[in-house]
Structures are given as structure tokens and as C-alpha cells.
T-cell receptor, first 114, second 109 residues
Framework: NAGVTQTPKFRILKIGQSMTLQCTQDMNHNYMYWYRQDPGMGLKLIYYSVGAGITDKGEVPNGYNVSRSTTEDFPLRLELAAPSQTSVYFC?????????????FGPGTRLTVL | DAKTTQPTSMDCAEGRAANLPCNHSTISGNEYVYWYRQIHSQGPQYIIHGLKNNETNEMASLIITEDRKSSTLILPHATLRDTAVYYCIVGSGTYKYIFGTGTRLKVLA
């Protein structure tokens, strides 16, 4: 199992550009999440999904969009990049079964908006 | 709003036990305590979780007070590779974790 993979690893965008951060998991997990982490801070939840076709907002959804057409993939879209979106983005997944939800994280995408 | 309070940083000598405290005074009856760590800039890694009993696995032990308002993560024999930021999180088994700023543990040679 590759676990949770994210592409790209690094990206520099100009203000106003758009891009999609890719996230794929091969563990057949129902739940998937997107977080951002600003320097020296903890992770903040952007969006999450409890299964294909179902998504919902987290703490900081403004400026982002997501879709979940398959169990494996959960892309994050930035439509009009702003300097405030400079951050490290982590994707995670967790299984639906069980009373607790251990989350498995990807390696992150480091995004700079200039 | 963070539901947990942790010290900003701690040092520990290599080979000694590292004891990381966490306060979660507003925890509700169905909420678990989770611990994750983040080494350098990697994605966070799950360590352990518990509801009310003490728990132990191959990485660490988790001690939860009887009133469940605080807990301690214990790394029994800290190594240099345990240098990381440790996050204490409470959650009800759903998915909306709130990560605070965690405790930055530095293991000293």
C-alpha cells in the first residue's frame, strides 16, 4: 500500500492563478480530509468528505473547492490564488469502521503564492 | 477553538522517559483523547488514543486521569528520532479534529 499520496510536492503560483492539489489513497477509506498548516501553527481543516459524492466545509473553506467522485481521490481546487493561501497542505484519510477515526496523512504539498 | 492545552516546548534527555501533559477540562463523555506527532515537516503520525482507561502500544503509553480532564503521553525511552511536535486532540470518533499548536519536544543527546 502506498497509503495517502499527494501531488505536487511543491508549487509556486502567481496571484490570481488557479490550481488543483491532488490526493489519492489506496486503503479504501471512506473519510478524507484536507488541512492547511501555516508556519508554526497547527493544522486547520479546510474540507472533508465521508464518502464519494459527499463533501462538507471545515474551519477554513473560503477560497477552496473540493469534489469526491471516487473513493480514492479527493482533489482540492484553488480558484484565485492569494498570498494568504501560502501554506503546507495535507490530505488525510480514515476508515469508516470502528469507534475512533485514526487519520493517515500524506506527505504534504508546499504552496507559495507570490 | 482549541479544546486542549499543552506546553509549548519541552526537552528530554536521550534514553529517559518523556512525559507530555495535556489538559482537556471540557472533554465530554464520548470523546476520545488522541495523540499525533509531526516530525519536521512531514504529515502527522498517529501515536495512540484512549477513552478512559490507560493505554499502551509499541510507541507510547497514555495515562488519563480518573476525571478525564487531563492526560499524559509517555515515551518510555526517548531517542533523537522522537524529536517532533506532539499534538493532543479530543474528538468523538467523528472527523473534525482540532489541532492546537502542540508541544515541541526536543530530545537531547
Amino acid at each position: 500500500n502506498a497509503g495517502v499520496t499527494q501531488t505536487p510536492k511543491f508549487r509556486i503560483l502567481k496571484i490570481g492563478q488557479s490550481m488543483t492539489l491532488q490526493c489519492t489513497q489506496d486503503m479504501n477509506h471512506n473519510y478524507m480530509y484536507w488541512y492547511r498548516q501555516d508556519p508554526g501553527m497547527g493544522l486547520k481543516l479546510i474540507y472533508y468528505s465521508v464518502g464519494a459524492g459527499i463533501t462538507d466545509k471545515g474551519e477554513v473553506p473560503n477560497g477552496y473547492n473540493v469534489s469526491r467522485s471516487t473513493t480514492e481521490d479527493f482533489p482540492l481546487r484553488l480558484e484565485l490564488a492569494a498570498p494568504s493561501q501560502t501554506s503546507v497542505y495535507f490530505c488525510a484519510s480514515s476508515p469508516r469502521t470502528g469507534n475512533h477515526k485514526e487519520q493517515f496523512f500524506g506527505p504534504g504539498t508546499r504552496l507559495t503564492v507570490l | 477553538d482549541a479544546k486542549t492545552t499543552q506546553p509549548t516546548s519541552m526537552d528530554c534527555a536521550e534514553g529517559r522517559a518523556a512525559n507530555l501533559p495535556c489538559n482537556h477540562s471540557t472533554i465530554s463523555g464520548n470523546e476520545y483523547v488522541y495523540w499525533y506527532r509531526q516530525i519536521h515537516s512531514q504529515g502527522p503520525q498517529y501515536i495512540i488514543h484512549g477513552l478512559k482507561n490507560n493505554e499502551t502500544n509499541e510507541m507510547a503509553s497514555l495515562i488519563i486521569t480518573e476525571d478525564r480532564k487531563s492526560s499524559t503521553l509517555i515515551l518510555p525511552h526517548a531517542t533523537l528520532r522522537d524529536t517532533a511536535v506532539y499534538y493532543c486532540i479530543v474528538g468523538s470518533g467523528t472527523y473534525k479534529y482540532i489541532f492546537g499548536t502542540g508541544t515541541r519536544l526536543k530530545v537531547l543527546a
